[in-house]
């Protein structure tokens, strides 16, 4: 069985301060991960996505996640958080199909 | 390109009607999922499709919804009879299926009331 864990419902930061969106995961083989935000009366939008290879990924707007197999994580990150990240973040784990997590409120404050 | 596009992007009905949301994917892609997301159960994989055939539907509530995909323009997931408890927003997303790094993009969302 696949699943897809968030643990945190909300994480607040402050402006400028870097950031961090915890994903945990559970899939067979190997794993297809990937970030999306929502902003508010939107759909999903992609960020990026862990296939194969380097652990560090690079996606959109300034956004990063690492991925740790040894601990089953994909967190995402950002250096330097801004006030228009504040949005909904969901991790997803593709396996037999998507199953996306519960997400994450990102609350950052000027 | 457009993106995906759903209408309406806003329904409002009242209990025992029928609804229908409708999809248009982006030209190429050959997956269509339809999603329901709410607060308290967040976002939830309804049916997908896979080259206009439906694949896993384990996620559709009950015989009151169905999806179609005539072609490869065009999907429409229907209520009947519709429920308070469908009041939800309804995304319909599309990719396209290279092995299994299918990178999804979604639509607006239909938000629907029914009283």
């Not at chain 1, 897809?4 to 301060?17: K, L, M, R, S, T």
């Not at chain 1, 960020?47 to 994580?73: C, P």
């Not at chain 2, 896993?56 to 229907?78: I, Q, V, Y």
Request: one cysteine or more; a neutral charge; proline letters at 6%.
């Amino acid at each position: 069985a696949q699943s897809v864990a968030q643990p945190e419902d909300q994480v607040n930061v402050a402006e400028g301060n870097p950031l961090t969106v915890k994903c945990t995961y559970s899939v067979s083989g190997n794993p297809y991960l990937f970030w999306y935000v929502q902003y508010p009366n939107r759909g999903l939008q992609f960020l990026l996505k862990y296939i194969t290879g380097d652990n560090l990924v690079k996606g959109s707007y300034g956004f990063e996640a690492e991925f740790n197999k040894s601990q089953t994580s994909f967190h995402l990150k950002k250096p330097s958080a801004l006030v228009s990240d504040s949005a909904l973040y969901f991790c997803a784990v593709r396996g037999f199909k998507t199953i996306f997590g519960a997400g994450t409120r990102l609350f950052v404050k000027a | 390109d457009a993106g995906v596009i759903q209408s309406p992007r806003h329904e409002v009905t009242e209990m025992g009607q029928e609804v229908t949301l409708r999809c248009k994917p982006i030209s190429g892609h050959n997956s269509l999922f339809w999603y329901r997301q709410t607060m308290m159960r967040g976002l939830e994989l309804l049916i997908y499709f896979n080259n206009n055939v439906p694949i896993d539907d384990s996620g559709m509530p009950e015989d009151r919804f169905s999806a179609k995909m005539p072609n490869a323009s065009f999907s429409t997931l229907k209520i009947q009879p519709s429920e308070p408890r469908d009041s939800a927003v309804y995304f319909c997303a599309t990719a396209y299926r290279e092995g299994s790094t299918d990178t999804q993009y979604f639509g607006p969302g239909t938000r629907l009331t029914v009283l």
